[in-house]
């Protein structure tokens, strides 16, 4: 079975700093593509980042671009996101979710599974 | 201001048919594939349509598909778990990442 577990959450003042990671397990890691997405508490999905299977291209959000960085350690089968200079508007939800396999283009990517979720609040 | 364009509500009694619209233009919806989230009440997402294509497990209730510029979601025979908010997503080469649609809340009377 396909899990995803994220981890790393918890309160951070802004402009603080956070470490978020995912633990993948039930499918090989290594050749997917990944993804954040966050959810701001009663608000839609917003995009945050992808990395390839190799870590050979990353985006970002204009967003968060500067900011977070994504990054994956394929030998452990775990996913990352370093968050630096934290804003009240970065509250959210931070999910993991697979993307597709790796000979797939980013243009053709989708989000399956999901984790469930991992909260990060940023207040004083 | 969301670069895909969702109505906010829909709803629809048991057994009923909806259908739930999203508009984007030639950099997004027009060029990529267009995928569909479904997200049950203090649940995390789940992918229940790629352009046309239903991932293994979903319900052929569920059917997705595109015509230029904008997608839709069609669900048949409504049921009342399948209330929920429902996304749409899709590469956009401009922005060069994901957009996805405000989201729309549906209610099954």
């Known amino acids: 079975e396909v899990q995803l577990v994220e981890s790393g959450g918890g309160l951070v003042k802004p402009g603080g700093s956070l470490r978020l990671s995912c633990a993948a397990s039930?499918?090989?890691?290594?050749?997917?593509?990944m993804n954040w997405v966050r959810q701001a508490p009663g608000k839609g999905l917003e995009w945050v980042s992808s990395i390839s299977s190799i870590s050979s291209y990353v985006y970002y959000a204009d967003s968060v671009k500067g900011r977070l960085t994504i990054s994956r350690d394929n030998a452990k089968n775990s996913l990352y996101l370093q968050m630096s200079s934290l804003r009240a508007d970065d509250t959210a939800i931070y999910y993991c979710a697979r993307g597709r396999a790796h000979y797939y283009s980013f243009r053709e990517n989708w989000f399956d599974p999901w984790g469930q979720g991992t909260l990060v609040t940023v207040s004083s | 201001q969301s670069v895909l364009t969702q109505p906010p509500s829909a709803s629809g009694t048991p057994g009923q048919r909806v259908t739930i619209s999203c508009s984007g233009s030639?950099?997004?919806?027009?060029?990529?594939?267009v995928n569909w989230y479904q997200q049950l009440p203090g649940t995390a997402p789940k992918l229940i349509s790629s352009?046309?294509e239903r991932p293994s497990g979903v319900p052929d209730r569920f059917s997705g598909s595109k015509s230029g510029t904008s997608a839709s979601l069609a669900i048949s025979g409504l049921q009342s778990e399948d209330e929920a908010d429902y996304y749409c997503a899709a590469w956009d080469d401009r922005q060069n990442g994901v957009v996805f649609g405000g989201g729309t809340k549906l209610t099954v009377l």
């Open positions: 039930g499918f090989t890691f290594s050749t997917y593509n």
């Open positions: 352009n046309n």
């Open positions: 030639s950099s997004n919806i027009g060029s990529n594939t």
